[in-house]
């Protein structure tokens, strides 16, 4: 009876020398790119959250203002530090604008978060 002999194995081609370590490289190009959008990403969301709150913010300054309350306390309140906010009468209705940059990468470039917002101003409420 002869021995058991091993099976030989199945030999792989060796890589072509040229392609030794492309995954890493490609890795390393592309992950600046990732990390740009993710920023990018985020960005556009903390803009979009602050735009929900000066809305908010010129929502409730216009309805004290149309009650004739101060509006520039009830909308400090809730607005975001930094925000620019103007209250005018225009007719029956009395108006909040507020204005404030994008928070990050957006507002660095430039972009503005503007709202605004009117109400019927009530009959005793002095409407600023």
Do not use: F, H, K, W
């Amino acid at each position: 009876m002869s021995a058991a002999q091993p099976l030989p194995r199945a030999r792989r081609p060796p890589a072509p020398r040229g392609e030794s370590g492309m995954a890493t490289a490609e890795l390393a190009v592309a992950m600046p790119a990732v990390v740009i959008v993710l920023l990018l990403a985020l960005s556009a969301l903390a803009a979009g959250a602050t735009q929900m709150r000066i809305t908010d913010a010129a929502r409730v300054g216009a309805r004290q203002a149309a009650i004739g309350a101060d509006p520039l306390a009830a909308a400090s309140a809730v607005v975001p530090a930094g925000s620019s906010i103007a209250v005018g009468a225009e007719g029956d209705l009395t108006c909040v604008s507020i204005s404030r940059g994008a928070p990050g990468p957006l507002g660095r470039a430039g972009l503005v978060l503007r709202a605004r917002a009117c109400a019927y101003t009530e009959p005793g409420g002095d409407g600023r």
